[in-house]
């Protein structure tokens, strides 16, 4: 069956440095991939996303690149802020149009940006 | 964009009594909601989906008589844990789809932690 696989966190970074979080995944046919945020007390809410190979999603300075041939999408921003501070799931659906499809979730990865 | 409120946020229950948790959809009529658990340093694991006015689809694994899902409502979906036990204690979230993207996307509520003890 499908599987994500994703960076451990949590992670602790400093205001403008680079973020890199980490995520593989494994399934059967051509899978849509997301990033999703959950900032304290919201629900989680799509970030980017991408429905084929080498497509990029970006969004509020976050990128990830749709990799089929190391079945990545790793997310990653060239300067954090604090206001990044959240979780991040990365996710794969089999559809892109997953409103009436499953996700498939990583475990998350806590992201904390000191000042 | 389209708002999914779950409420309670969290709450603590006695073994063996039974909690209810709801999803509405503030703003958009939900023809399908999702239910997702997740354990502790464990993916977001989905138990069921129901679609308006039909029974739920549980995953393979998932008591359904002990999960009951109820969605009666284009608005409101609400999960039921019957008889709660320690080992249910996790953060369950719910999603839902329907008019406000033509079905091609779902939105999440913020989740509910139950503590059983």
């Known amino acids: 069956g499908n599987s994500v696989t994703q960076m451990e966190g949590p992670v602790t970074l400093s205001e403008e440095a680079f973020l890199t979080i980490n995520c593989t995944y494994t399934?059967?046919?051509?899978?849509?991939l997301f990033w999703y945020v959950q900032y304290p007390g919201e629900g989680l809410q799509l970030l980017l996303k991408?429905?084929?190979?080498?497509d990029k999603g970006s969004n509020k300075g976050f990128e990830a690149t749709y990799r089929k041939e190391t079945t990545s999408f790793h997310l990653e921003k060239g300067s954090v802020q604090v206001s990044d501070s959240a979780v991040y799931f990365c996710?794969?659906?089999?559809?892109?149009?997953?409103?009436?499809?499953?996700?498939?979730f990583g475990t998350g990865t806590r992201l904390t940006i000191i000042p | 964009g389209a708002v999914v409120s779950q409420h309670p946020s969290w709450v603590i229950c006695k073994s063996g009594t039974s909690v209810k948790i709801e999803c509405r959809s503030l703003?958009?009529?939900?023809?399908?909601m999702f239910w997702y658990r997740q354990f502790p340093k464990q993916s977001l694991m989905l138990m069921a989906t129901?679609?308006?006015?039909?029974?739920?689809?549980?995953e393979q694994g998932v008591e359904k008589d002990k999960f009951l899902i109820n969605h009666a409502s284009l608005t409101l979906s609400t999960l039921t844990v019957t008889s709660a036990h320690p080992e249910d204690s996790s953060f369950y979230i719910c999603?839902?789809?329907?008019?406000?993207?033509?079905?091609?996307?779902?939105?999440f509520g913020q989740g509910t932690r139950l503590t059983v003890v």
């Open positions: 703003d958009f009529q939900a023809t399908t």
């Open positions: 999603s839902a789809s329907g008019t406000a993207t033509m079905n091609t996307e779902a939105f």
């Open positions: 991408a429905t084929k190979a080498d």
């Open positions: 399934a059967t046919g051509y899978p849509s």
């Open positions: 129901s679609n308006e006015g039909s029974k739920a689809t549980y």
């Open positions: 996710a794969l659906s089999a559809s892109p149009n997953f409103g009436n499809e499953k996700l498939t």
